[in-house]
Nanobody, 124 residues
Framework: QVRLVESGGGLVQAGGSLRLSCAAS????????VGWFRQAPGKEREFVAA????????VYPDSVRGRFTISRENAKNTVYLQMNSLKPEDTAVYYC?????????????????WGQGTQVTVSS
């Protein structure tokens, strides 16, 4: 089982940028599709982005498309989430998740491994 650790969260003003990292242990990381999710207090978990094993394909919901970019460096066992033009409504704990299934998308139940999360706070 791969172990995932997120980093890069913090406090930023609206309109600013942050880059989150998801570092994975294990030599099979390139076999994992990876997704990013977020959860704000009192709200349900929300899909943010996902990327295929090779990094060729990615998918985003309308709420972040054009502002967020997911990428990966398999040689470094790391997936990134570049977040630009941040809004106060982007405030949440952000989680990365991985799956060995041939799936990358918004269904969190399809992911097998989850990180502990990193807090992102966007001030207005």
């Amino acid at each position: 089982q791969v172990r995932l650790v997120e980093s890069g969260g913090g406090l930023v003003q609206a309109g600013g940028s942050l880059r989150l990292s998801c570092a994975a242990s294990g030599r099979t990381f390139s076999s994992y599709s990876v997704g990013w999710f977020r959860q704000a207090p009192g709200k349900e978990r929300e899909f943010v982005a996902a990327i295929s094993q090779s990094g060729t394909y990615s998918v985003y919901p309308d709420s972040v498309r054009g502002r967020f970019t997911i990428s990966r460096e398999n040689a470094k066992n790391t997936v990134y989430l570049q977040m630009n033009s941040l809004k106060p409504e982007d405030t949440a704990v952000y989680y990365c998740a991985g799956t060995l299934k041939s799936y990358f998308g918004r269904n969190g139940d399809q992911y097998d491994a989850w990180g502990q999360g990193t807090q992102v706070t966007v001030s207005s």
